[in-house]
């Protein structure tokens, strides 16, 4: 999702179709319409998405210049971890989460159960 100004400064060619995004309130009626869509290039952490569809809002609705969401993240090729507070970003084909150690579940022998009556 992308402002309008932001679409306008990048100088985009914006496609005119409407579509509406709903809210949290209703599945019945739209929460606001873009103003039309675009297709562009994504570059977080030197790691590219190509040909990303972008749906232009205006900007009385949208704060920020650009929000990125499924349309990145969901790509074949996209892999992306959050332990915690931190989000790592890679190309799924370089295996970028192998190393990482995860700290092991517990197990039941460190588990005490105490009766109480």
Known sequence: IMGHAAAVKCKLQ???????LYGFRSTDEYAVKSIGSAFIDISIDDIVCKGVEV???PDSVQPVDILVGRTWTEQPHIAYLRIGNELR???????LFCNIELSPPPTKD???????T
């Not at 970003?89 to 295996?95: A, E, F, N």
């Not at 460190?110 to 109480?116: D, I, K, P």
């Open 89 to 95: 970003i890679g190309y799924r084909d370089d295996l």
């Open 110 to 116: 460190s588990l005490t159960v105490s009766e109480t």
């Open 55 to 57: 749906l232009i809002m």
């Open 14 to 20: 914006i496609t005119c179709s409407s579509k509406g």
